[in-house]
């Protein structure tokens, strides 16, 4: 198993991946019934980068990531990716219950003529090959999300999108997901964006952190501690403490306009 | 004082004693929940009130027959064939109403279901008729088509048809629309959403309709055949009022409980085994 400890320290730029692809995105616009909810937005995402999006509840981050797999249509602007090799992860798990774990993998890479390998060898990656023949509802909240992971690895997607997808797991839990999509991650390269509430989430698993605020970006700060990262890292936590200040202040802004 | 507490030597106050008996309570109270037996009890014991009542002569046998009685006939007309006929008669028109009716209701739910227009155009109607009770429309259904097997089937459909119609409809829309919507980001067609997703979605709900059907189905049956039949089991039990032979109307009184209790037993194992990977359903 390639971990990421076997990774040197100075690898090269993300930006020469083959198998990552880049994104990007100008001046969208979505409003739902007249209320601008994503307002002129311009990101370019290198191929092979994880970037995080933070910011406030309702700020607009999950309805990007909706607009960039397609399941919002904006009214402005433009998105450039191949959808086509695109897949997200959901906050739920969103698993079919009247299919076993394999199978529900296996849909992941539909109308592919080894589905049913690639499947078994992702659940394996994933470390849930025991489970390959459960029913979802007997799962834990964090297998349940690692099948969820599986299925959206499993046609080996030039970008991943998660939509908070740690949101709803206990603090455990959520560390060892983190490190299985920073694995994940490290070894096939696929351009990745980060949905999360979680500012030191974001700091830990990102090449770079977005910031969001009435939906625009506001701010864009590159982390740059090499990895593998440690959890009480000096130098990411002030990094954790400078984003965590911009969006305490971006609220206060905006409960007092000057 | 504080002696009595460590002194477990007076019977009256030991608390351990207390505790033993109402556990010997307990376990008594218990063996009749947990028998297997327990169910049977009241049935045996009315069986045998019965058959006492009628050996005594308490029961005159012209208003009820004793059960040996009633056993017997059912094993003579088992043996001239006439019960094995009729019973497939009756189960074969049962079986093409649920057939009519509950394809129509089936089709139309998920149709309602899927498409607005549709919902709008047939659903106002549909619910207007269900109002209507199935019973009202036997004279209309009489003039228009007699009292051949086509009346039976359209009672027995039309009654199938709403319990199927309303919980495929009420299945198909309560379907989780992350569930939906997983499924188009990950590529499914219009096909692949139905089959993996609405359908077996929907399920429970529409296997709900169908034990509703059932029952409705072999109401529907009898009164069709107690009405107007020259065969079936409905049939059997009119010409035996016509020569007070009780012991045949109890015998077709039991032959519907059968039937209703067979087909009920055969949907709830269908349940089971489509509905296994529902933790309230499934053993997995």
Known sequence: MTTVATRPPEAPSHADSVSGAPVLIRGLGIAFDGNPVIDTLDLAVDGGTLVSIVGRSGCGKSTLLRAIIGLETPQRGSIDLDRDRARIVFQEPRLLPWFDVLTNVALGAEGLADAQDRAAETLALVGLSDKARAWPARLSGGQRQRVALARALVSRPRLLLFDEPLGALDALTRIEMQRLIEEVWTRHRFTALLVTHDVSEAVMLSDRVVRMDHGRIVSDTPITTPRPRRHGDPQLATMEGEILNQLLIGQQRADHPA | ?284
């Open chain 2, 1 to 284: 004082m504080a002696s009595i507490a460590f002194e477990p030597s007076g019977r009256a106050a030991d608390p351990r004693a207390v505790a033993a008996r109402a556990a010997r309570r307990q376990i008594q109270a218990s063996r009749l929940a947990r028998s297997r037996w327990t169910p049977l009890l009241l049935p045996a014991v009315l069986l045998l009130g019965w058959q006492a009542g009628s050996v005594t002569g308490v029961l005159p046998a012209t208003i009820l027959p004793s059960p040996a009685a009633v056993l017997e006939a059912g094993w003579q007309l088992t043996r001239d064939g006439t019960l094995p006929v009729n019973l497939v008669i009756s189960a074969g028109r049962a079986l093409a109403g649920l057939i009519v009716g509950g394809t129509l209701g089936l089709l139309l739910g998920i149709g309602t279901a899927v498409s607005a227009g549709l919902r709008r155009l047939l659903d106002p109607t549909i619910q207007a008729f269900r109002s209507v009770p199935p019973f009202a429309l036997i004279p209309l259904i009489i003039l228009w088509l007699g009292i051949d097997e086509g009346a039976k089937v359209v009672l027995i459909g039309w009654s199938v048809f709403f319990p199927l119609y309303i919980n495929t409809f009420h299945g198909v829309v309560g379907v989780d629309r992350g569930l939906v919507e997983m499924g188009r980001v990950y590529g499914m067609g219009r096909s692949a959403l139905f089959r993996r997703i609405i359908l077996p979605g929907a399920l429970p709900s529409i296997l709900v309709g169908l034990r509703f059907a059932l029952g409705l189905m072999w109401l529907a049956l009898i009164v069709a055949e107690t009405i107007a039949a020259n065969s079936g089991v409905g049939y059997m039990a009119n010409q035996a009022r016509e020569f007070s032979q009780t012991d045949i109307i109890l015998l077709t009184v039991l032959v519907y409980g059968a039937l209703g209790k067979l087909t009920d037993t055969a949907t709830r194992a269908a349940e089971r085994r489509l509905l296994r990977w529902n933790p309230a359903y499934g053993r997995k």
